[in-house]
């Protein structure tokens, strides 16, 4: 199986996916990448709420769609609305799905308060991957 997370700017949310899978997911896919439909760089705050719960993401570069050849994965996962609606048509044999996670780079408040944001969008992608390396197992 190879696996790509499709997001707006592959900042927080795609970038959090690509860790999980890797971390979760290891003799499970063949190969896996997350992509934007712009390269926003890679968030700071998704890197360390990463990192407090064992999954170091700071490696990861931000990358464009665009770069990537469509045909070369299984099934491509859109983590937002924009993504979705701009997801290119996918090759046969290809597969979609949506998961529609609100961008926590958006979150305004309290620095703990949009912390607590990243951390709850981490844990629901956490889950996510989990039921998703369930059902292709």
């Known amino acids: 199986m190879k696996l790509l997370f499709l997001c707006t700017g592959n ?3 795609s970038q959090m996916a690509e860790g999980w899978a890797r971390h979760l997911g290891k003799g499970i896919f063949q190969r896996i990448a997350s992509a934007g439909i712009e390269a926003h760089g890679l968030n700071e705050t ?21 770069s990537f050849d469509l045909k070369d994965f299984d099934l491509v996962v ?25 961008d926590p780079a958006k979150l305004t408040g309290s620095e703990e308060e949009i912390i607590d944001g990243f951390r709850l969008t981490r844990d629901d992608i956490r889950a996510r991957v989990e039921v998703l390396i369930k059902d292709l197992a």
């Open 11 to 13: 900042a927080c949310r």
């Open 46 to 66: 998704a890197v360390s709420v990463m990192l407090e719960a064992g999954v170091d993401i700071s490696g990861h570069q931000s990358s464009l769609l665009e």
């Open 78 to 102: 859109t983590v937002c609305g924009d993504a979705d609606e701009q997801c290119p048509r996918l090759p046969g044999g290809s597969q979609k799905q949506h998961w529609p996670l609100s």
